[in-house]
């Protein structure tokens, strides 16, 4: 079964080294950046930055959109500009890439895990109804872990791999328990639940643009919000809380320096319009991965009903640990990338001490799930 497999993706790949994802640069991208070079705008102000953010909010259809350094500091802003602080507690999924736990932490935050569902792969909203119930209160208008007395001041569900998860059924629980939700779209952009863009359903979301995303403009980020107020105090603390002024420098708080420089923006919005372009590439890819494997008897995960997945990195199915560490040397060793997904984020040294509710789904899903080849195919 390995050799079919390995055999399938180099028929779709080629005889070289075949890596898990690689960006894809044509001539408008070395236009653009060029362009930011000769204008001497390379830094934190110039058009690009701001045609992005246009863009970015045309795109995902949020009223507003802050043009960040990368998806990490996205998250840990958008945090901070909620309200987050040292004194909260924050629920993720422990499925997850390990910056959005961290983002948590760097707000001073204590992350909560739930569960998973085993067919998203993201926050299962019965696994955080369940635990929200059972372990915390209403005080003071405000949801508070019964264990610990802390605040549940947000909750940061994840679209895994571009896969959309029950975002609306989880932002229904939030709302019952009054509490606000950062979606980490990271890996989601182009991908839609019930025909809304993900990372839209919440106060805020966050979308990376690293090298080895859907689209990438070498290292940057963004967060889109509906919320006037927030995206203003994002940008504000973004760009070291500076007081708009011709030539005095006076800040009023203490801030960051977040803001995607200009230079980046100009291949952010080279790529932003190949968009399109990638996303039907890319879908190809995985209906023709989805045939093979339904014929091979291999598990291959899909997007659930009403979800449209950009299809980042696709994923199969094996039948248990031993399984899937065999197929990783299989063909790792004969130069074809494939990885496992992540070490559940409660495992890693520094999470281990953090509140988990039961994680089945999350534990069933590292043991079996890995990702293949999944470029953007063109010539
Ligand atoms: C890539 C990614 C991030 C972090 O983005 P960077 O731009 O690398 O900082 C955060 N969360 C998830 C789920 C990611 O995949």
């Known amino acids: 079964m390995f050799e079919k497999i390995s055999s399938k993706i180099r028929s779709l790949f080629g005889d070289a080294y075949i890596p898990l994802h690689t960006p894809h ?51 840990h802003l958008a945090l901070v500009a909620m309200g987050v602080t040292p004194a909260d507690e924050v629920i993720t999924q422990p499925l997850t890439f390990v910056a959005t736990v961290n ?100 106060l805020a979301g966050t979308f990376s643009f690293n090298g080895n995303k859907t689209i990438t403009c070498g290292g940057g980020g963004a967060i889109v919000t509906n919320d006037r107020n927030l995206a203003v105090k994002m940008k504000h603390l973004s760009t070291t809380a500076k007081i708009p002024h011709p030539w005095q420098f006076v800040h009023d708080e203490v801030a960051y320096n977040y803001r995607m420089p200009n230079l980046n923006a100009a291949l952010a919005c080279a790529q932003l319009e190949r968009l399109e372009g990638f996303l039907e590439n890319k879908r190809e890819l995985a209906e023709e991965y989805r045939r093979f494997f339904s014929g091979l008897d291999v598990g291959f995960v899909w997007e659930i009903e009403g979800a449209k997945a950009n299809h980042w990195l696709n994923a199969i199915l094996l039948k248990d ?54 470029s953007v195919r063109y010539g």
């Open 25 to 75: 640069f044509g001539e408008k991208e070395k236009a653009y950046v060029l362009d930011a070079i000769d204008s001497t705008f390379v830094s934190s102000v110039g058009p690009y930055v701001q045609s992005f953010e246009e863009r970015m909010a045309l795109l995902t259809g949020a009223r507003y959109a802050v043009a960040m350094v990368n998806g990490t500091a996205s998250l």
């Open 103 to 202: 983002a948590i932490r760097h707000a001073g935050a204590q992350p909560v895990f739930v569960d998973v569902d085993p067919d998203t792969m993201g926050m299962s909203p019965a696994s955080l109804e369940e635990f929200l119930d059972a372990q915390t209160e209403m005080r003071e208008g405000a949801c508070h872990n019964k264990t610990t007395g802390k605040r549940i001041a947000a909750c940061v569900p994840m679209h895994t791999f571009g896969f959309p998860l029950r975002i609306d059924e989880v932002i229904a629980v939030c709302e019952r328990f009054r509490i606000p939700v950062v979606e980490d779209a990271a890996e989601s952009l182009g991908s839609y639940y019930k025909g809304r863009h993900t990372g839209t359903f919440g």
């Open 321 to 374: 640990a031993a399984e899937k560490n065999a197929f990783l040397e299989y063909t790792n060793s004969r130069d074809i990338m494939t990885r496992p997904i992540w070490r559940l984020a409660n495992k890693l040294t520094m999470f281990s001490e953090c509140q988990a509710s039961g994680l089945p789904n999350a534990e069933w899903l590292e043991d079996r799930v890995v990702n293949i080849p999944s």
